[in-house]
């Protein structure tokens, strides 16, 4: 499914539940040891999200490794390649690609339900795009734009990590969501880092709503 929103020379893969009896979510030694005290339902989310992300390496023809969390937690992947982890209820999915082809990504999934705390809106969203949400919701009632816009910014903060290597607070950025090409653009209100030798101002990305859930992923190619 989420290959759907993701371009050529992107691997992906998707899981709908967790399998513990599968031989491909059995963790490294290392990542076993990262994910020692945490509760069974972390355990099993992250062993079949990194079984993910070697399903894709292994679709570029790279052979499966370890995959940590890194700084803030970003996953660290091996030299010459880049990617992105996202999970939530019911669904893990993991995204890859050569740096010769793509120089940072990220995706995210959703369920495709309301934010889910009261006042988390006004935390996330700028002015302009509060007043936009009103607009999508009354020409798709059928998409929690709320929590879309969330994704769509967890999707553009993952990309930016890796390459400016400093948070991106919410505000940083203002998102404006095109449903009918379901695509949306990021307008980044803070100095960039430099890529392909000019300072990155904005990202594009794409979005997904299907199965309940919303999926969203940015791709930034490594040409420019």
């Known amino acids: 499914m989420i290959e759907r929103i993701l371009p050529p020379g992107v691997a992906a893969a998707e899981a709908f539940g967790d399998d513990p009896r599968d031989p491909r979510a059995m963790l490294f030694p290392e990542e076993s040891a990262v994910i020692a005290r945490a509760v ?11 079984a993910c992300a070697r399903v894709a390496m292994g679709r570029l023809g790279r052979p499966p490794v370890a995959v940590l969390p890194g700084a803030r937690g970003a996953p660290q992947w091996p030299d010459g390649m880049t990617g992105s982890i996202t999970h939530c209820d019911g669904y893990r999915a993991a995204a890859v690609a050569l740096t010769r082809d793509v120089a940072s990504m990220g995706v995210d999934a959703e369920p495709n339900e309301p934010l889910p705390e009261e006042g988390m809106l006004d935390l996330i969203a ?3 795009e509060r007043a936009r949400l009103e607009g999508l919701a009354a020409a798709g009632p059928g998409v929690c734009w709320d929590r879309l816009l969330f994704s769509a910014k967890e999707s ?14 919410f505000e940083s950025a203002d998102v404006v969501i095109d449903p009918d090409s379901g695509a949306f653009t990021a307008r980044l209100l803070v100095a960039g880092p430099p890529v392909h030798g000019e300072r990155l101002t904005q990202l594009h990305g794409r979005l997904l709503v299907a199965r309940g859930l919303l999926l969203t ?5 490594a040409g420019g």
């Open 40 to 50: 069974e339902r972390r355990r099993r989310e992250f062993a079949t999200a990194r």
């Open 126 to 128: 700028t002015r302009p």
């Open 156 to 169: 553009v903060y993952k990309t930016w990590f890796p390459l400016a290597r400093r948070w991106l607070d």
């Open 217 to 221: 992923a940015v791709v930034l190619p």
